[in-house]
T-cell receptor
């Protein structure tokens, strides 16, 4: 069974731009979570989606948003990029809410 | 306010010996705990989990111990192998494996 896939793997943007990251969960998984990893803050929870609805949200500004489609694929969007948004963005999928999360390889975002 | 702490940034162990990684948490609402292993340029890989109704869970060479009164968990790897060299993260959550809160990670190096 294929794992969680994320595209693109690497991305370079400039301040003020916006970016959209994509995540395809493991087949049959219906819940998708997003995390941000930075050297200073470590791994931090962004949000979680299940059945196309956001079920949980972390402590991030409104510039960070996401959505989930009917096929469980998910996208996250960051608007008005700041230098501090440079990070590894990880997507994780699980069968349902509360089940073990399996992570993708991440998207490395660099904001210049 | 770091709710999950891994106080040892690094650990070096000889091949064949036991590796013990530690994790402390402060939030008494946490009832589910997981360990992930991470190689560079990859997403975290799920290793083992434990719910608060148990105090031990084993899976092959990996055993997780939970001491609820001390709010402490540990991961034992026996015997340690060179492929175990990676960064290990403990994670905690309330109400199943969702909205995970991660520790800062411990870099384990297995020496031949």
């Amino acid at each position: 069974k294929a794992g969680v896939t994320q595209t693109p793997r690497y991305l370079i943007k400039t301040r003020g731009q916006q970016v959209t990251l994509s995540c395809s969960p493991i087949s049959g998984h219906r819940s998708v979570s997003w995390y941000q990893q930075t050297p200073g803050q470590g791994l931090q929870f962004l949000f979680e989606y299940f059945s196309e609805t956001q079920r949980n949200k972390g402590n991030f500004p409104g510039r960070f948003s996401g959505r989930q489609f009917s096929n469980s694929r998910s996208e996250m969007n960051v608007s008005t990029l700041e230098l501090g948004d440079s990070a590894l963005y990880l997507c994780a999928s699980s069968l349902a809410l509360g089940d073990t999360q399996y992570f993708g390889p991440g998207t490395r975002l660099t904001v210049l | 306010d770091q709710q999950v702490k891994q106080n040892s940034p690094s650990l070096s162990v000889q091949e064949g010996r036991i590796s013990i990684l530690n994790c402390d948490y402060t939030n008494s609402m946490f009832d589910y705990f997981l360990w992930y292993k991470k190689y560079p340029a990859e997403g975290p890989t799920f290793l083992i989990s434990i719910s608060s109704i148990k105090d031990k869970n084993e899976d092959g060479r990996f055993t997780v111990f939970l001491n609820k009164s001390a709010k402490h968990l540990s991961l034992h790897i026996v015997p340690s192998q060179p492929g175990d060299s990676a960064v290990y993260f403990c994670a905690a959550s309330a109400g199943g494996a969702q909205k995970l809160v991660f520790g800062q990670g411990t870099r384990l190096t297995i020496n031949p």
